[in-house]
């Protein structure tokens, strides 16, 4: 039995709004206070975030209590069920409540359906109807029923029963790729660490985890051909502490973890520069064969591998072949930034190799921007990480390889590097790219943000966090949260609901629940908290 309709009260809130898509989500159409009071709490439906494509409330609601159940619909459908048993642990938690799993369809409860014809649905999208007997997620993919999962949660108490309001929400998101990175090579993290903050980033429908595993201060994943890399070239960080590394076993743990949760996980080996760790683990990648000191500083561009030698390239080739088989996703990242100790020539030549080396194992290559200024290989996905005072010059390079079909990931660095300054007071991160305050990282539209480049060549954004400065969870997530809401919210929500004020006010709204996850975020001052 479907949820019933109720057509009259529906009518009743279509009628009082515009009737846009994002209408409800963006200016919360729902919302009881009176015109003319001051901010004040929004309702439900108008604080999802990331914005819904549409979300109106209608009708009495679905009372979340005791007796609640969580039904998977057919026992053959095993992914399914397995949505159905996280979503219930995320209810069981805050609410205190049983919430069982149970099989079939029919009867009160949340109800979990795919349905290959979930209009507008796609791959990630899903609808949600809310009525007094029960909450229906459907979705074309479990993907889509995990999405809808995570507006369920933000429509109940952040503890405890409640009710889920009835009304409906259809939703998909603007773009395939949304992307959060965490630098765990300047300093380690524990993979305990990282999957906190998946859980923080899924439950706000984030999709990729993009890992920077090496770099001149130390070499986090074991790699079995060539072990001293993790053993020796691991044990090292900035400030000189003792840095660390991932097992293999410990990856694969993440990695399930997080496609759990549907977020992809993209590991990053950068080459041809930030290499010291591996240049300081085996002599033989020194063009002069002498291992390097190990490096605990924040310079960058001073390393490069010996691009002359035979034996680089069965060194690239090994390490990404075993990461490729580590890696059930698409893509590897090669980076190929700041390669200021390789000669032009020399880059374009290393950097035609290494994607070869991606090829061969079968995954797409993405690389940070600067691979425009060589020779892209068919299919390879560019990072762009300029801001707003990046030379016209490197701008175009990057758009014209866009024109020539290599899909865009943007990552502005004044926009949405979350390792700079929200101001002057902040006390970690930098600032080379200028401060970035909350409204600043939401406040741009990555539709039109590259002169020349249409939305068809954007295939999302991400949000990196580098690490020079940043050696504690505290810190990680003081950086990231608000912030990396806002780069939720640009990656999912459609454009007609970007607006600043409303966004602002179902920010503040997420301050309970951030709360109670104990996650230590920035009360930015220009966010109206209650
Ligand atoms: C630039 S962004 C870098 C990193 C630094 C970061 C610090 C990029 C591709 N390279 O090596 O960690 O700035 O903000």
Redesign the pocket.
Known sequence: MRVPRRALAALLVLAAVPATASCTAAHGADDPRPAGAGPAALAPYGRILPAPVSAHAAGPGYAFGPGTVVRTGTTDDEEVRKVGELLAEQLRGPSGLPVPVVDGAEGDGIRLRIDEGTEGAGAEGYRLESGPDGVTLTARTPAGLFHAGQTLRQLLPVSGPGTVPGGTVTDAPRFAYRGAMV?VA?HFFTVEQVKRYVDQLAQYKVNTLHL?LT?DQGWRLAIDSWPKLAQYGGGSEVGGGPGGYWTKDQYRDLVAYAGERYVDVVPEI?MPG?VNAAQASYAELNCDGKARERYTG?K?GFSSLCVGKERTYEFIDQVLGELAELTPGPYLHI?G??AHSTPAADYAAFMDRAQEAVAKHGKTVIA?H?LATAHPAPGAVL?Y?GHDRTAAPEKAAVAAAAKAGHPLIL?P?DRL?L??KYDATTKPG?A??GFVPVRRAYDWDPGTYLAGVPESEILGVEA?L???TIATRPDLEYMAFPRVLGLAELGWSPPAARDWTAYSRRLAAQAPRLDSQDVNYHRAPDVPWR
Do not use: C, F, K, N
Request: charged share 30%; proline share 4%.
């Open positions: 630098d300047r920077h770099d950068d930030h924040i960058v980076g930034d700041e940070w600067q990072q990480w990552s660095a590097y390792d700079m930098l080379w790219a990196p580098w690490t020079e």
